[in-house]
């Protein structure tokens, strides 16, 4: 079955880009009608969604991190990636990525967490 | 866009139903079928229990129901288990495409 795996570093210093990547598994990042995303939990609070891409390059973000966020596909790999600059300690959460399909989000990866530290 | 609003927590006895509200606007809830919900277990990832507002996905129990009522949404759980305990949060689909979840309510099975 189609699993979803993120991978990248787990600490990342303040001012600096935090990027992340989705690697999607036992199926094809290429399917029609699904919206690849990305979703973080600060530590003991509630979910935030970033941004989702359709595996055409489409991309919709969160108004409140749109500045500073790119997500991007790369179909041949199966993959897509988070980059959010200029981070700061407000960024440390566990950030999942998530298939998303008529605006719910019905496969999660199991999530990593980013710590923002000098 | 602001999120939705969940009370911070609810509870219940074993067997019994308990109901999460989740109160958006006529910009997300009020304006599109289109809420989710999602069990939280710590230290896991959430998972889909209800989609386009009161539907189920394969495989969750037909004890969580969904339903709404202009800008609120609700998720229902009756037969109230141990392993219900959780953090459930609500999502919405919002005007220009985007997404908002909820605050997301703790539910302790007393």
């Known amino acids: 079955q189609v699993q979803l795996q993120e991978s990248g570093p787990g600490l990342v210093k303040p001012s600096q880009t935090l990027s992340l990547t989705c690697t999607v598994s036992?199926?094809?990042?290429?399917?029609?009608?699904?919206?690849w995303s990305w979703i973080r939990q600060h530590p003991g609070k509630g979910l935030e969604w970033i941004g989702y891409i359709y595996y055409s390059g489409s991309t919709y973000y969160n108004p409140s991190l749109k500045s500073r966020v790119t997500i991007s596909v790369d179909a041949s790999k199966n993959q897509f990636s988070l980059k959010l600059s200029s981070v700061t300690a407000a960024d440390t959460a566990v950030y999942y990525c998530?298939?998303?399909?008529?605006?719910?989000?019905?496969?999660w990866g199991r999530g990593t967490l980013v710590t923002v530290s000098s | 866009q602001s999120a939705l609003t969940q009370p911070a927590s609810v509870s219940g006895s074993p067997g019994q139903s308990i109901t999460i509200p989740c109160t958006g606007t006529s910009s997300d809830v009020g304006s599109y079928n289109l809420v989710s919900w999602y069990q939280n277990h710590p230290g896991k990832a959430p998972k889909l229990m209800i989609y386009e507002g009161s539907k189920r996905p394969s495989g969750v129990s037909d004890r969580f129901s969904g339903s709404k009522s202009g800008n609120m949404a609700s998720l229902t759980i009756s037969g109230l288990q141990a392993e219900d305990e959780a953090d459930y949060y609500c999502c919405s689909y919002a005007d220009n495409r985007i997404v908002v979840f909820g605050g997301g309510t703790k539910l302790t099975v007393l």
């Open positions: 998530a298939r998303e399909k008529g605006y719910s989000f019905d496969l």
């Open positions: 036992g199926g094809s990042i290429s399917s029609y009608g699904y919206h």
